[in-house]
């Protein structure tokens, strides 16, 4: 049978991904190795259980490839124990909060609005319907106040400090957190837990070009198909053996079934590739990448958060009188994708929103120069600033991308 309807669609993807410039800060473009494995025959063994402790026969072989994916990943992130079954992101942090503390428990995270996930504590989210989530703000200059998270840990006392953000664009100082938090502690009653979700970094911490949480943090979650430019899927990390084994229960048979064996056989290779010295010069293209777009839309005038990571912010309200919203829109009509976004301080509704949110590890992954940014820089404010025709961006979006690498066939 060939499902024509299907695969049309496929190569319409296929098409636009080649010929679109793709800056949505939480996509890249998984190699070819990581995409045979998650295709491959593993997706046909259910595999309830973990490694040694299966309720199926079987079993041998998906075992070894979980305990490979398992010790990769501990050696890609210095770790003790590391548990690769979550299915996703929002499956990891579920089962992370349920490993660390109590339904009920109190929460500190970062304020939505200032670029907190859907996971830390939005009401829409299991997140604020089975926890008591309370929020930090940023600091007037757009930046983590750490007296702020200081005096606020030891007002609200959390059984749970979170750090980890989806739309923060600094370099985050995990060490002086755990200072504060051990200070906390050594004067509270309540035991303030630690936890990350390193979801948007977990690529940089990998490469060693910020600060690893896991050497300060009680637990820290991930992504794996973000900066680790891996599958889509989830990951929990830890030192201590206790925990490790409340995140084992908590992931099976708390939260989820039969773990996807294809999908975590994809994530032992990308933690190989990952592993490897090309990976670490990858990840400095990336910053390299993200801060020269950043710096030419200042240059020429654009109002942006600045970066130290793989995105940045553009307030395109303040920068071209149109909101998120609108901006996506102009320039999804000329193949550059990228994500509407709250900006600090914003007074856009979230489906409107005052910015838009630019990232650079997918377009990196096709072999982005530094010039390539400051081209697309000039492109997306050349377009929001009417100074050239959405004809005329196309061709330039089209010039650019006829020279990357074809999406389907990448290899590292």
Do not use: W
């Not at 990891?92 to 609005?113: C, E, M, P, R, V």
């Not at 309540?190 to 690529?203: E, K, Q, Y």
């Not at 900066?227 to 995140?247: F, S």
């Not at 301080?345 to 997918?362: M, V």
Request: aromatic share 8%; charged share 20%.
């Amino acid at each position: 049978m060939n499902d024509t309807e299907v695969f049309s669609i496929i190569s319409k993807e296929e098409i636009r991904q080649n010929e679109g410039i793709e800056l949505i800060a939480s996509e890249n473009f998984p190699s070819l190795e990581v995409r045979s494995v998650q295709g491959s025959i593993l997706t046909a063994k259910y595999a309830e259980g973990y490694p040694g402790h299966r309720y199926y026969g079987g079993c041998q072989n998906v075992d070894a490839i979980e305990n490979l994916a398992i010790e990769r990943a501990k050696k890609l992130f210095n770790v003790k124990f590391a548990n690769v079954q979550s299915h996703s992101g929002s499956q990891a942090n579920f089962a992370a909060y349920h490993a660390l503390t109590h339904d009920g428990a109190k929460i500190l995270s970062l304020q939505l609005d200032d670029g907190g996930h859907l996971t830390h504590g939005s009401p829409v989210s299991f997140s604020a319907k089975q926890y008591h989530f309370v929020h930090y703000p940023l600091g007037k200059d757009g930046r983590l106040d750490y007296q702020i998270i200081e005096e606020m840990i030891n007002e609200e006392n959390p059984d749970v400090f979170l750090a980890g953000y989806s739309a923060y664009p600094f370099n985050i100082d995990f060490k002086r957190m755990r200072e504060i938090i051990d200070a906390h502690n050594l004067k509270s009653k309540v035991h303030t837990l630690f936890m990350v979700d390193m979801a948007h970094i977990a690529g940089i911490v990998a490469a060693g070009l910020c600060q690893n949480p896991c050497l300060y943090a009680d637990i820290v979650t991930s992504t794996t198909h973000k900066t680790l430019r891996g599958p889509r899927g989830g990951l929990i990390l830890c030192n201590d053996e206790a925990l490790a084994k409340k995140v084992r229960s908590a992931v099976f048979p708390y939260a989820q079934g039969g773990p996807l064996e294809h999908v975590i056989g994809a994530k032992a290779v990308n933690f190989l590739e990952d592993l490897q010295p090309s990976f670490k010069t990858y990840i400095a293209s990336v910053l390299e990448n993200t801060k020269t777009c950043n710096d030419t839309l200042a240059a020429l005038g654009a109002n942006v958060s600045g970066t130290e990571n793989h995105l940045f912010l553009l307030n395109v309200l303040a920068s071209y009188n149109i909101t998120g919203k609108e901006a996506e829109q102009r320039l999804g009509n000329v193949g550059i994708t990228c994500n509407k976004n709250m900006i600090h301080g914003d007074e856009k509704s979230p489906s409107e929103c005052s910015g838009i949110r630019i990232g650079f590890a997918a377009l990196t992954s096709r072999g982005v120069t530094a010039d390539g940014a400051k081209e697309i820089a000039e492109i997306i404010d050349s377009l929001l600033s009417n100074k050239i025709s959405e004809g005329e961006a196309k061709a330039r979006v089209h010039q650019i991308t006829s020279l990357l690498k074809n999406v389907m066939t990448l290899t590292y």
